[in-house]
């Protein structure tokens, strides 16, 4: 596999809104066979190379893939060769199941790998749906009672579902309810009903804190001042400071010590990621890692943009873009307690410009919705190699960020 193939990621959630596994989706004409396999490579490389599950171990940051698995990869045993502690092979219901594919799946089975089956719809993929560990259903393509049906049937066997295309929360109260084990859509994008307009106390010094940081010049004193009424964000920022990552000679024992070391840019960026995951916590820690990967994609995103000197903005755009998903707020009203600059609010509150151009190709990206992220990147003179690129980037150091020197995650930044 080439390094620069464009991929994105899209995860299968649980009920909790953690992430279950990602699968992977590819630009019309890139095909979704990964790792290559047999069929289409030169008979002397191997089926699955290692910068392959490289790349996808850096996708799924310890999650499960979703692979897909054809024909030709079922029966010739090329899938044996993949971790089966990794990977779960999905099978394609655009074929019927004769015996032969049913007997490698069978042999993968026993094997250890967990199975699933794609949409599953008609009796006659019934022989693969029998050895599937997981099926998947189009909850906007099946009625509620065809999907009760199906899971009354098969559940009671061990079969665990997944209710794709879930988009709305209703969606996903419902699939809930019906008892779906596992989810994959946008719904915990959307904001939940709005609570109340005040902030909770606990969470109001983030807020107070976030705003420091977002002026066009930051006060140091002020901020310091701010971070010191709240014992837990001076005790995360300080720790957080000191760990490895930042490898300062001599350690910081004081926050206005930190923030002189720091700089303004530094400042902004830093102090903002621990408000911001401060904010959601409570809430799927997905999103905030979402918001991480935006805000570095922003950024990166900015020099090619002619905006180098602009990088701040760019990340907070990328930061704030679920900010009122994460807490339950109008966009609108939160933004009236932030000094963005307004520009940046326009962005975020939909109003066409350049940066909101910036946003839509980071999130089209993200979402692997391709038409949309073409145009994008022809507007922003952007090659779509170049998204990925940074998009791999992004990842990586929101990995590195949320994960401390042992690969543990870091609660200083997971919610």
């Given at each position: ?10 995860p299968?959630l ?16 890139e095909g979704e066979?990964w790792p290559?396999?047999g069929?289409d490579?030169?008979?002397e490389?191997p ?5 392959d599950?490289e ?12 692979m897909?698995?054809p024909r030709?990869?079922?029966i010739?045993?090329i ?11 999905e099978?394609?219901?655009d ?12 042999s993968l089975k026993d094997a250890?790998?967990?199975l699933?089956?794609e ?5 006659t993929?019934?022989?693969l749906?029998?050895v599937a560990?997981?099926?998947r ?10 999907q ?10 061990g ?17 809930v309810r ?24 606990s969470?109001l010094?983030?807020?107070l ?5 977002t002026?066009p010049d ?24 000191n760990?490895a990552?930042?490898?300062f ?9 930190a923030?002189l070391l ?8 830093w ?11 409570g809430?799927?820690p ?11 994609f922003c ?9 180098p000197k602009?990088q ?11 900010i009122?998903?994460?807490m339950?707020?109008p966009m ?7 000094p963005?600059a307004p520009?940046?609010?326009a ?8 940066l909101r ?5 980071v ?7 391709w038409?949309?992220?073409?145009a994008m990147a022809?507007?922003?003179a952007?090659?779509e ?5 940074l ?5 990586r150091w ?7 020197e042992n690969?543990?995650?870091?609660e200083?930044l997971?919610?």
């Amino acid at each position: 596999m080439a390094t620069h193939r464009i991929v994105a990621r899209q995860p299968i959630l649980d009920r909790y809104e953690g992430v279950f596994a990602y699968e992977f989706r590819f630009p019309p004409g890139e095909g979704e066979i990964w790792p290559k396999t047999g069929e289409d490579q030169q008979e002397e490389n191997p089926p699955a190379g290692a910068a392959d599950f490289e790349v996808i171990d850096e996708l799924t940051e310890g999650a499960r893939a979703f692979m897909k698995c054809p024909r030709q990869t079922l029966i010739s045993g090329i899938a044996k060769a993949w971790p089966r502690d990794r990977v779960i092979l999905e099978l394609s219901t655009d074929e019927r199941p004769d015996e032969e594919i049913v007997g490698a799946c069978r042999s993968l089975k026993d094997a250890g790998f967990l199975l699933a089956l794609e949409n599953y719809q008609e009796a006659t993929q019934e022989p693969l749906a029998e050895v599937a560990d997981i099926i998947r259903l189009d909850v906007s393509a099946t009625t509620e009672r065809a999907q009760w049906l199906l899971i009354r049937k098969y559940r009671p066997r061990g079969v665990m579902f997944v209710a794709d295309n879930v988009e709305k929360r209703a969606q996903f109260q419902a699939a809930v309810r019906q008892g779906f084990t596992y989810f994959q859509g946008q719904f915990f994008t959307r904001p939940q009903p709005y609570s109340p307009s005040e902030v909770s106390p606990s969470k109001l010094v983030y807020l107070l804190v976030l705003g420091a940081v977002t002026r066009p010049d930051i006060d140091i004193n002020e901020v310091a001042r701010t971070i010191k009424h709240d014992l837990a964000l001076s005790y995360n920022l300080l720790r957080f400071l000191n760990s490895a990552r930042f490898a300062f000679h001599s350690r910081i024992k004081s926050i206005r010590h930190a923030l002189l070391l720091l700089g303004q840019n530094e400042i902004r960026k830093w102090v903002g990621l621990i408000s911001l995951a401060a904010l959601g916590e409570g809430g799927p820690p997905l999103l905030v890692t979402m918001a991480l990967i935006r805000g570095a994609f922003c950024e990166s995103l900015a020099p090619l943009v002619k905006e180098p000197k602009r990088q701040s903005d760019y990340f907070f755009l990328g930061l704030l873009s679920s900010i009122d998903v994460l807490m339950r707020r109008p966009m609108r009203a939160i933004l009236a307690e932030l000094p963005v600059a307004p520009d940046v609010a326009a962005a975020l509150l939909g109003e066409e410009n350049p940066l909101r151009d910036v946003l839509r190709a980071v999130i089209s990206y993200e979402q692997g919705n391709w038409e949309e992220c073409s145009a994008m990147a022809g507007r922003l003179a952007i090659k779509e190699e170049t998204l990925y690129q940074l998009y791999m980037q992004a990842i990586r150091w929101s990995h590195e960020l949320t994960h401390n020197e042992n690969g543990k995650p870091d609660e200083t930044l997971s919610s």
